[in-house]
Each structure stands twice: as C-alpha cells, then as structure tokens.
C-alpha cells in the first residue's frame, strides 16, 4: 500500500515539474507505459497469493486512473498556457492611431472652375464644350472681327495655317452653340484657351468660362443680376460688382466687370492697387449682327453673354501672385488645396 502511495506522490511530483507538452508523453510512460513503473505491478499479479489478487488487481488500477488524471490534468494546464502565449504574442493594440492614406486633392483651378460651374448651373446654364483647335472663322469672323480687324490685335493668336489656329478665347463655344440650338439658349463654356504671352500675369495656355444667354428680352439689366449672384457665390455675399463701359465686337454694348477688392474691402490695398476695385471679366449684350451671322433673328430675340480667365479668378480668391505657381505642379504649393 505504501509502495502504492508513493509510486502516486512520484508521480504528482514529476508532473508538477513538467514545463512542455513535448516531455509529458515520455514521463506518463515511466508510469502508465508499456515498461512503466504500474504497468509492472500489473505484470507482477501472478505473484499475489490468489486470495488477494482480486483486491490487489482493484487497487492497482485504481492507482492506474489516479495517475492518468493527474497527467491529463497537466497535460490540459499547460495546453491552456500555450495557447493564452500564442494570443499575447499575436495581439494587436487596437487602441494606436491608424496611418492615413496619402490622398490626392483638385487642383486649385479645378477648385475654382468646379465652384463656377455649380453656380451657374444652379441657375439652369447647361455646360457645353467646344473645341480647342479651330478656325479663324469661329474664332473671329462670325464674332464680328473681321480679318484685319484691329481687334485682332488684342490677342496674339498661336495660328496652324491661315485659317486654322489654337483659340485665343472661349468666345466661338457662343457661335457652335447658337448654330446648334434654338433660343431660349443658356449655355457655358470651359475649356483650355491660347495667347503668345508668358509672364507673372500671363500663360501661353489659360482656362476661359464663357458664358451665353439668348431668349425673348434678355438685357443688361439681367447680365447685372447674374453677375452679381454669381460673385456672391465666388468670393462672399458681401462683394460688389461694378460695370465699366468697355469694347468688345461682339457684344454691344460692352462692359468690363469689377468686383470689390476680396482684400482690403474695398478700401485700397495692394491687391486692388488702391482702387478698392478688381477687373474680373469681360461681358456685354450679344450684338445683333453676331445673332445675325448664327441665323438667329435679332428682332424677336435678345443676348448677353460673358467670359472669365479662371487663373484671374483663382489668383485673386487666393491671393496667388504668379500665374506660373498654378502650372509648375509644385507638391507643397497644391498640397494646401487639400481639404481634408
Ligand atoms: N472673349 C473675351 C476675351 O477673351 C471676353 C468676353 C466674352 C467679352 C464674352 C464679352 C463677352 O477677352
């Protein structure tokens, strides 16, 4: 019985000392293996007096369970250890800030022309595009600028051959359009246009949006309307507008379009050179040989139309100095763009 007590306490103690569950295998054997320690006991009945033999082979095994319990107890200890080590290994801090994704922004230009276009189609323009290449014809002749027009001067057109050139404005996008379609017309024009100029102010490829109104009654008065609205939207609901006479052959009368500085508010700054005051756009009432030329009767129907440089625009809402800043594609300039 001692014997029995003791092979029990054994084998306690050298489960206790088990760290892995590689080993326990083997030190079960010494006890319940084929060569173990009880297993010999086993062997070892025919020894026993008959008499005895049944409550010997009873105690025997019972030992036997004792000790298997106490290996598979172990065996489930270190089992729930490995695996409580595996997920502290594999757990993740989810309370660390994540990385944000670089992420790309609209161009400044694009910014502006976005924020032109949804305020003139918020007031039912239609947006329509033209193309960038084309003839003398669109470009000037059905504008009212005759060849050897002096108004010729005022742009120093890139021409491919004498008749075919890169428009200098947005201007025949009014021509295409009211050939194509009937009054009433309300239309916008975006799109690249082209001069042989090149400094602080001026690129040889520039952004227009033109813009073209024709129906029964259009007047001056609601070319005033619009623009203001539009300004409103563009810089603050506080800016003004102001209409200078001016000449255009396409439109008459003409009228060159000043908002009030977005600077200083009209006291005089640098912005607005102290004239409290910033040219934006060039505009007028369609002149009637213009809807003449488009096939559109001058007598029942009426125009206005208007176009705007979008560098202009965006250098003064931003306070852009140097038109070349919006074409170098300098990362940390455009990278303030981004709004997020
Ligand atoms: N096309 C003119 C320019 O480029 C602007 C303009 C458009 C003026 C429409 C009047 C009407 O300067």
Known sequence: MDKFEELKLKAKEEAEKITSLKIIGDVKAKFIGKNGEITALLRGMKDVPAEMR????????????????????????????????KFQKEAVDITLPGKLPEIGSL?????VKNKIIDAFTG????????????????????????????????????????????????????????????????????????????????????????????DKGVSLCDLKGLLDEFVKVIFDKDTKTRFRPSYFPFTEPSVEVDVSCCKCGGKGC????????????????????????SGIDSDVYSGLAFGLGIERITMIKYGISDIRTLFENNVSFLKQFNRR
């Open 107 to 111: 161009h400044p230009l694009n910014i």
């Open 270 to 293: 640098s912005l607005c050179k102290n004239t409290g005051w910033i040219e934006i756009l060039g505009a007028g009432v369609v002149n009637k040989k213009v809807l003449e030329m």
């Open 123 to 214: 007031m039912g323009f239609e947006i329509f595009e033209g193309p960038e290449i084309d003839t003398d014809y669109y470009c000037f002749q059905a504008l009212n600028i005759p060849k050897d027009h002096p108004a010729r001067d005022m742009q120093d057109t890139f021409y491919i051959n004498d008749n075919v050139l890169l428009r200098p404005h947005t201007s025949p996008g009014q021509v295409r359009t009211m050939e194509n379609k009937k009054p009433p017309i309300k239309i916008l024009s975006p799109g690249r246009v082209y001069r042989a100029d090149d400094d602080a102010s001026h690129s040889p490829m520039f952004h227009q949006i033109e813009g073209l109104v024709v």
């Open 54 to 85: 049944a409550a010997f082979g009873k105690q025997v095994n019972d030992l036997k369970e004792k000790v298997s319990a106490i290996f598979e107890k172990k065996e489930s200890e270190l089992k729930a250890a490995e695996t409580e080590m």
